[in-house]
């Protein structure tokens, strides 16, 4: 993969930001004209660095509003079992995100429901995927900061023109 420069950052920056910016709208945002810019949004694209475009729906208008972190803790660490128990959880359309952590928890599952029964149903499909010694629920009561965006400043200071 290319190193990213400033125009790269700020194309990924605008694009964070707008996904349904047209090749127009984002050169004139960045500064540089339409045919770079679009060569550079297809190389970021095939390099991987813009993995999709997609559109962000309120989970409370839609219906979803509950939002649980499950610590998930198990005696069983082979390759086999996670395979198995990695392949249940991603089929579990509740869970929005997956993490193996270190520490104390050995999962991290982030949960968007309908209600408290929504859970108790999600977590009676949870307990059946596989065997696990643990599972810890926090049910989130506000969320005060939501975004998709990196912060692409944070690596953007020293980078070429």
């Known amino acids: 993969m290319n190193r990213l420069d400033k125009f790269d950052c700020a194309i990924l920056t605008a694009l964070q930001a707008d996904g349904t910016l047209s090749i127009a709208g984002l050169s004139e945002k960045i500064g540089?004209?339409?045919?770079?810019?679009?060569?550079?949004?297809?190389?970021?694209?095939?390099?991987?660095?813009?993995e999709s475009r997609v559109s962000i729906v309120n989970r409370h208008k839609v219906g979803l509003p509950v939002t649980v972190?499950?610590?998930?803790?198990?005696?069983?660490?082979?390759?086999?079992w996670l395979a198995r128990f990695a392949a249940a959880v991603i089929a579990l359309p509740e869970v929005l995100e997956f993490h193996r952590m270190s520490g104390e928890v050995d999962y991290l599952l982030k949960v968007v429901t309908t209600d408290i029964d929504g859970y108790d149903r999600f977590y009676k499909k949870l307990i059946k995927t596989a065997q696990l010694s643990g599972v810890?629920?926090?049910?989130?009561?506000?969320?005060?900061?939501?975004?998709?965006?990196?912060?692409?400043?944070l690596i953007s200071h020293g980078l070429p023109a």
């Open 136 to 153: 810890s629920s926090a049910f989130s009561m506000e969320q005060i900061k939501f975004t998709t965006a990196l912060p692409l400043e």
């Open 32 to 50: 540089l004209s339409s045919t770079p810019c679009w060569k550079r949004v297809k190389r970021l694209e095939e390099e991987g660095y813009i």
């Open 69 to 80: 972190f499950v610590s998930v803790r198990t005696t069983e660490h082979d390759e086999k």
